[in-house]
């Protein structure tokens, strides 16, 4: 279930995840991060959704939760139906947070 694949990306200091996990979930490689530099209108479309394509080296490379959520937001528009159903799914959990009742 793709819910519980997103909750078991690893998430170090709430700001960062880990390169690998988030890739996994895309459906994505290494070597394709590796390319999105390469293509100039795929990167420009990439940096106008918050995208740095920045990894920062800690005990495992990972990248910013911005950044994780611009790249899904990119991929939905391809359309790639996994990166649909990642925004759905957090939507719809932030839909539910935001509307709890205290």
Same mark, same amino acid.
């Given at each position: 279930?793709?819910?519980?694949?997103?909750?078991?990306?690893?998430?170090?200091?709430?700001?960062? &995840? =880990?390169?690998? !996990?988030?890739?996994?979930?895309?459906?994505?490689?290494?070597?394709?991060?590796?390319?999105?530099?390469?293509?100039?209108?795929?990167?420009?479309?990439? !940096?106008?959704?918050?995208?740095?394509?920045?990894?920062?080296?800690?005990? &495992?490379?990972?990248?910013?939760?911005?950044?994780?959520?611009?790249?899904? =937001?990119?991929? =939905?528009?391809?359309?790639?139906?996994?990166?649909?159903?990642?925004?759905? =799914?957090?939507?719809?959990?932030?839909?539910?947070?935001?509307?709890?009742?205290?």
């Amino acid at each position: 279930m793709l819910a519980t694949k997103i909750a078991k990306l690893q998430v170090i200091d709430e700001n960062f &995840i =880990a390169l690998d !996990k988030a890739l996994q979930i895309l459906e994505k490689t290494r070597a394709w991060w590796d390319t999105l530099k390469l293509s100039d209108s795929r990167y420009k479309k990439l !940096k106008q959704k918050g995208f740095s394509g920045e990894i920062m080296k800690s005990e &495992i490379e990972v990248i910013s939760y911005q950044d994780w959520l611009a790249l899904t =937001a990119y991929l =939905a528009g391809q359309p790639n139906q996994k990166a649909v159903q990642i925004l759905q =799914a957090y939507a719809s959990y932030g839909f539910a947070i935001f509307h709890q009742k205290d």
